[in-house]
């Protein structure tokens, strides 16, 4: 190792036992030399992820001045109390190759207790404080997840998560996808993000690697999301946005190879930059880079399997084409939609999905949890006519947007002829949904499965064809992208009133869900903030729902109903 400087402050970090493992994308002050050794600052905070008995993934990212080159050392620090002596401490490189990104696997801590941890740079700088909860071992009397998706960042300011950072309790955060969005300044949400001053960096659509860099950079650079990182683990896995709207295995809605260039490219430098900034374990190389599905153990308590739906199995999407009110071509459509090769996570992550499952049962775990990022509910479209009265719904259809007032009279007779709400939603892979519910008999779970991506709150009631309970799904809502609601406030309601499954859907407001386990019973609590376009913001619980474990097992019941 080469000499650097050091003051007194960074002498003093020394103390404490290193055990880490600097992951890929970082390498160690011990095998290259330190090429920087300037100013620095922690402009995009600091994050944990992927906890663990023993420990967590750790992050960074070193910002220099202008015209800096080379890798930057990095001290980091573990201690078992806020501003405490380290009980661990190791040093690892900010490499020009990872975007100077620093992550680092801690090991060697206790289980079931909050650390907190900082880094340190050449010059003496010390990074903003963050908080993680390694896994519980044992009896566990609770665990809370916040469940997070569809930060469109300008959509709006990040009020979810300056809620969820005040939270008191909190294992972790469950983020479902779309972190970022690949839209340009033109794109989706512009007209929020341009009254707000937060229009896109870059302006245009992220296609490079310095593109989907530019924008992680952007998303970290917000105080509350650098607060929600601060408070608790991220256990993150990516939806479309990351990459582009709409992905499956082989290409995208949003992708144009004729001027974006090949996909599998693209895909790989977009998996790139979330591997670099996001606090993510690397998977297994024995895997394809898009095998991100992994699972974690909550004690005697709960099993956490997340799930990866877009870029590794995903058939393509289907999407209508034929005349509206052509009866015959709804009727094909939705044989289409049923046919049984149309798949969304594939057999290899089935099959690992039923051992995590089945391995959870038998220890006798109370409860499975599925992270997951598309509604899974059968869920119809909703007669607006029938549901307003011809009059009302005439005078909303007048209100619209020109643009829209077409789509929606279109989306009214595919519903009325069969077609789901939402094609990008297992309502749109039915036959592998099927043969998901069969994996989770086969283990002897009844899930509770969350997802993200609607950018509604549900309370869903999951039942097979023959009507049998076979899991209970709690959606979160969006913190920040826009939803139907913005059309029509009160969607909600009017979906609930055509779904058997559906408990609760609430398309109007933004927030995120806290799901609290216990022995006994899981809540959810349907958190939301008053608005996105004001810093200042209040926050309630919409609803709250809750099941009982084991044999009293059930539909959602409301609390306090």
């Known amino acids: 190792m080469h000499d650097m400087k050091m003051n007194r402050r960074g002498a003093m970090g020394l103390f ?45 990212r070193i910002s220099t001045g202008e015209g800096a080159t080379g890798d930057i050392p990095v001290r980091w620090h573990v201690a078992a109390a806020p501003g405490a002596q380290p009980t661990r401490s190791g040093t690892a490189m900010a490499s020009a190759a990872a975007d100077r990104t620093v992550k680092v696997e801690v090991t060697g ?55 969820m950072a005040r939270q008191e309790r909190l294992d972790a955060v469950l983020m479902l996808g779309d972190y970022i969005y690949e839209y340009g300044e033109e794109g989706y949400g512009s007209d929020i993000g341009r009254r707000l001053g937060r229009l896109p960096d870059p302006p245009h659509e992220t ?16 105080p509350d999301m650098q607060a929600a990182h601060a408070r608790a683990a991220f256990i993150c896995v990516w939806d479309d946005h990351e990459v582009t709207n709409d992905g499956w295995i082989g290409g995208a809605e949003n992708h144009q190879p004729a001027t974006e260039g090949d996909w599998a490219t693209r895909k790989a430098t ?37 799930l990866e739906t877009r870029l590794l199995a995903r058939t393509e999407q289907l999407e209508f084409a034929g005349e509206v009110g052509d009866a015959d071509a709804y009727a094909q459509f939705v044989s289409a939609i049923a046919q049984e090769d149309r798949e969304l996570i594939g057999p290899q992550q089935r099959d690992w999905l039923q051992g995590v499952l089945s391995a959870s049962v038998n220890e006798g775990k109370p409860w499975q949890v599925i992270g997951n990022q598309v509604v899974m509910a059968q869920v119809s479209g909703p007669d607006l006519e029938g549901g307003m009265g011809p009059q ?15 789509r929606v009279m279109a989306a009214q007779a595919g519903y009325r002829a069969g077609v789901p709400f939402n094609l990008d939603a297992w309502d749109g892979y039915p036959a592998a949904r099927r043969r998901l519910y069969d994996t989770f008999r086969a283990s002897g ?70 799901l609290t386990l216990s022995p006994q019973s899981a809540r959810a609590d349907f958190v939301t903030v008053s608005t996105v376009i004001d810093r200042q913001f209040e926050a309630d619980t919409d609803r709250s729902f809750v099941t009982a474990a084991g044999q009293a097992f059930g539909p959602w019941r409301t609390v306090g109903a």
């Not at 880490?20 to 944990?48: E, N, R």
């Not at 700088?125 to 909860?133: A, D, H, N, Q, T």
């Open 445 to 514: 779970a009844k899930p509770i499965v969350l997802a993200g991506d609607s950018h509604a709150g549900w309370a869903n009631n999951l039942r097979d064809e023959s009507g049998d309970l076979v899991a209970l799904e709690a959606g979160c809502t969006a913190v920040t992208s826009p939803s139907y609601g913005a059309l029509l406030p009160g969607i909600g309601r009017y979906i609930e009133q055509a779904n058997s499954e559906v408990a609760y859907c609430n398309q109007d407001r933004k927030g995120y869900t806290l």
């Open 207 to 222: 296609v490079t690697l310095a593109d989907y860099r530019r924008r992680h950079a952007q998303v970290k650079s917000d």
């Open 109 to 163: 801590l206790e289980p079931g207790r909050d650390y907190w941890y900082r880094f340190e740079g050449p010059d003496g700088s010390i990074s903003p404080e963050g908080r993680f909860r390694t896994l519980p071992v044992g009896a566990v009397q609770n665990v809370v997840f916040a469940v997070a998706s569809c930060q469109l960042y300008p959509g709006g300011y990040y009020n979810a998560y300056a809620h």
């Open 392 to 406: 009302p719904y005439a005078a909303f259809l007048a209100k619209l947007p020109s643009e829209w007032n077409g």
């Open 270 to 306: 977009a998996m790139q930059a979330y591997f670099e900034w996001m606090p993510i374990r690397t998977p297994d190389p024995r895997r394809p880079a898009e095998a991100i599905f992994r699972s974690f153990e909550f004690g005697d308590l709960a099993t956490l399997a997340m």
């Open 16 to 60: 404490g036992a290193s055990s880490a493992v600097v992951l890929p994308g970082c390498t160690t002050a011990a095998t290259m030399g330190a090429d920087y050794s300037g100013p620095v600052s922690f402009g995009h905070g600091v994050a944990s992820g992927d906890p663990a008995a023993d420990g967590a993934v750790i992050w960074t």
